[in-house]
Nanobody, 127 residues
Framework: QVQLVESGGGLVQAGGSLRLSCAASGGIFSDYAMGWFRQAPGKEREFVAVINWSGSASVYTDSMKGRFTISRDNAKNTVYLQMNSLKPEDTAVYFC????????????????????WGQGTQVTVSS
């Protein structure tokens, strides 16, 4: 059983930055693609970014490309989301997720492509 714990959320002014972390335990972290999603009140869960098992490939939602960066440290079993130039519309609960399928080329962008989820961390961007 894989457990994921997010941290690093908080309140920040528009234009500011935050770095989210997601620490994994159990399973073989270095085999998993890891994704970040977010969910604002009253909205569906939205794909943010995904990174492959080695960190050599990543995919972003277009609206976040250039502002957000996903990375991972397999030695620390941790995936990160660096968020810069934050906007009020980035306010949401951010979740990390693990795809345990194993080392593969396909990087899932839909929630049902993931097997494990963290509890989420709140990010609030004030205007």
């Amino acid at each position: 059983q894989v457990q994921l714990v997010e941290s690093g959320g908080g309140l920040v002014q528009a234009g500011g930055s935050l770095r989210l972390s997601c620490a994994a335990s159990g399973g073989i972290f270095s085999d998993y693609a890891m994704g970040w999603f977010r969910q604002a009140p009253g909205k569906e869960r939205e794909f943010v970014a995904v990174i492959n098992w080695s960190g050599s490939a990543s995919v972003y939602t277009d609206s976040m490309k250039g502002r957000f960066t996903i990375s991972r440290d397999n030695a620390k079993n941790t995936v990160y989301l660096q968020m810069n130039s934050l906007k009020p519309e980035d306010t949401a609960v951010y979740f990390c997720a693990a795809d345990q399928t194993g080392r593969r080329l396909f990087l899932p962008r839909a929630p049902d492509g993931y097997d494990y989820w963290g509890q989420g961390t709140q990010v609030t961007v004030s205007s």
